[in-house]
Nanobody, 115 residues
Framework: QVQLVESGGGVAQPGGSLKLSCQVS????????WRWYRQAPGKQRELVAQ???????TYGDSVKGRFTISRDDAKNTIDLQMNDLVPEDTAAYLC?????????WGQGTQVTVSS
């Protein structure tokens, strides 16, 4: 079992920044990828960023150059630094991974970008 707990969401103004964290616990051996997804009302879930256990990263086109995913192995967190926020970034952000073909999700944290 893998447990994921997100934190750090809130309200930000356009152009502002937020940092999300995903606290990881449980069995994490044989996990190769950690991801942040987001889902806005009425829209499909969207992959925001992914980081591998070797540190390789990929980003969704809409967040490239603004968001940075990272791992803090000392704290067992997967972090998402979000800069230059725009209203279209408003969504629930969810942490995800998979292990032996089983998907694990956190409960999500809400990000609202509004003036």
């Amino acid at each position: 079992q893998v447990q994921l707990v997100e934190s750090g969401g809130g309200v930000a103004q356009p152009g502002g920044s937020l940092k999300l964290s995903c606290q990881v616990s449980g069995r994490t051996n044989s996990i190769y990828y950690w991801r942040w997804y987001r889902q806005a009302p009425g829209k499909q879930r969207e992959l925001v960023a992914q980081i591998s256990n070797l540190g390789g990263t990929t980003y969704g086109d809409s967040v490239k150059g603004r968001f940075t995913i990272s791992r803090d192995d000392a704290k067992n967190t997967i972090d998402l630094q979000m800069n230059d926020l725009v209203p279209e970034d408003t969504a629930a952000y969810l942490c995800n991974t998979d292990r032996y073909g089983i998907d694990y999700w956190g409960q999500g944290t809400q990000v609202t970008v509004s003036s």
